[in-house]
């Protein structure tokens, strides 16, 4: 596609209710990043694909968060047993660029995020 | 390890006019990027310019420029002739050697008519 794309791009989880939120990047892109962004608050980033391998997965809160892209191209941030603290925007960027290396991120292309609120 | 501080949490200006974003970070790393995003109401962060550390010239795109102190540690953003549709939440992000791209806390810029 033109863009990255999310959905759903809003979800409503009672606590404790596990939810899954996709990603398809731009077709192409083998580096795709998720980010967690509060309200009031800058994106945190949270795990890095380079294709189907997970290199960095250093960010995500607590072994209830799980991400996957098991052929390279969708991603799944899953979230088990949901927490109001897990109320946030959570956005998905792919870039052309491999990761280390200088400008990786200068090929970003962001969603528009899923909104979800833990209820 | 990277840290971003933008101390304005609202910014104001009158359309056509200019307005400056304030940014300072901090690194231990010699070679570092740093970047302004825009993120509208949509939610999607739309890069707005970049700049590489090495580069003492000034990045400059359009209506949007950066004034870039390496040893101040401080990353402006000028933006000339402000329009409407330059609304939205403004971040600054930095990135070192391991791509782990850090932002701001974000400033909300509101362009009066």
């Known amino acids: 596609g033109a863009g990255v794309s999310q959905s759903p791009r809003y979800k409503v989880a009672k606590r404790g209710q596990d939810v899954a939120l996709r990603c398809d990047p731009i077709?192409?892109?083998?580096?795709l990043f998720w980010y967690q962004q509060a309200l009031g608050q800058g994106p945190e980033f949270l795990t890095y694909?380079?294709?189907?391998?997970?290199?960095?997965k250093s960010g995500l809160p607590s072994d209830r968060f799980f991400a996957e892209r098991p052929e390279g191209s969708v991603s799944t941030l899953k979230i088990q047993r949901t927490q109001q603290e897990d109320s946030a925007v959570y956005l998905c960027?792919?870039?052309?660029?491999?990761?280390?290396?200088?400008?990786?991120?200068?090929?970003?292309?962001f969603g528009s995020g899923t909104r979800l609120t833990v209820v | 390890a990277q840290t971003v501080t933008q101390s304005q949490p609202e910014m104001s200006v009158q359309e056509a006019e200019t307005v400056t974003l304030s940014c300072t970070y901090d690194?231990?790393?010699?070679?570092?990027?740093l970047f302004w995003y825009k993120q509208p109401p949509s939610r999607q962060m739309i890069l707005v310019i970049r700049?590489?550390?090495?580069?003492?010239q000034n990045a400059t795109e359009n209506r949007f420029s950066v004034n870039f102190q390496k040893a101040a540690k401080s990353f402006s953003l000028k933006i000339s002739d402000s329009q409407l549709g330059d609304a939205a939440m403004y971040f600054c992000?930095?990135?070192?050697?391991?791509?782990?791209?850090?932002f701001g806390a974000g400033t909300r810029l509101t362009v009066k008519p």
């Open positions: 690194t231990s790393e010699s070679d570092y990027y």
């Open positions: 960027a792919s870039s052309l660029a491999l990761r280390p290396g200088p400008g990786a991120n200068y090929g970003y292309t």
């Open positions: 992000a930095g990135e070192g050697n391991n791509n782990d791209m850090r």
């Open positions: 700049q590489e550390a090495y580069k003492q």
């Open positions: 077709s192409g892109h083998v580096s």
């Open positions: 694909f380079q294709n189907e391998a997970q290199l960095d």
